[in-house]
């Protein structure tokens, strides 16, 4: 099934432009770490991790702070068919929770530095008043017997997107992505699907923690999904309008809008690899800015950061969400950028690298 008012591509760019990386800072990040007081090569993936946000900032000296990381909620009409081990009124509550400062991106942001925002993008239940509005809708539709949303929704979610990081991250040296919304690893694998031409069954993971009969069921509503809206994989908008979700959206804009302002993006896990992978459709030039973080449990995590070419950082068997893989590597990326600037060089201290 398909938008009866329009074909079911649509080529009408998104209005954004995002700068080449910088050739001439990474020249002059390179040559500061061969006259850094230590052995070349010494802090191994701290050195080139600090050479490349140079490349992305536009400077020899880069920094990533003020860290900000923002946590984008909504719910999916497809958790009526059984995906996900939890009502979709959990997705409520943890809004709620990051919103108190109870959930694992809060303890985890508390360590690292991090100043975090919790958005509704389409939460189907109550939410503090204090939580950021870009409310969509109360969720999407059920993608296993419709698109999940018009294409004008699937627009205005990458608007409000864009729009966050105007608003609350402008100025930030590196911003994270975090999701929350019970349902959207089912609205990720089938949007990895579609954009990777993998299959189904391959990036199909337990989500939150399903055991193999109901994983099975996820993989058939996923195909059923994807044969009913028939997306057209040459064009992004249209996945992400056939089979995902406004806080994917939501964070295509932000990946989006923080590129165009040299800003380093973090990927946390599946759900924000999916929107990097409809962020990457939209223009290409946005894979330069992606920044990797931990390696997904959820199996078309690695799938998506192979596709991006994004290596990550972290190994530790994690597939919460939030943004906790994303709030852990930004201490790494702020380790690079610190060894980077304060570190003294061998003249600096009167010796030779001789």
Known sequence: MTDASTPA??????????????????????????????????LGRLESMAVEIAAMQATPTPSVDPAVLLTLAADHGVTSEGVSAYPASVTAAMVEAVDNGDAAINALAGATEITTHVVDMGVAGDV?????????????ANMAVEPAMTRQQARESIAAGRALVADQAAEAGIVGL??????NTTASAAITAALTDSAVAEVTGHGTGIDE??????????????????????????????????????LVGVTLEAASRRIPVVLDGVVTGAAALVAAGIDERVRGYLCGSHVSTEPGHAIQLDALDVAPCLDYEMCLGEGTGAGLAISSYRAACRTHTEMATFADSGLTDS
């Open 128 to 140: 503090p008043a204090s939580v950021i509005d870009y409310h969509i809708a109360d969720g999407t």
């Open 9 to 42: 591509g649509d080529d009408t760019p998104i209005a954004v432009s995002i700068p080449p990386l910088d050739e001439t800072a990474h020249e002059a990040a390179q040559e500061r770490q061969t006259q850094l007081l230590k052995p070349p090569g010494s």
């Open 213 to 250: 009969a109901a994983r099975q069921q996820k993989i058939e509503t996923i195909e059923q999904a994807l044969a009913v809206t028939d997306p057209d994989p040459d064009s992004p908008i249209d996945v992400l309008r056939c089979v995902g979700g406004f806080e994917i959206g939501g």
């Open 178 to 183: 975090g999701d929350l919304g019970i349902g």
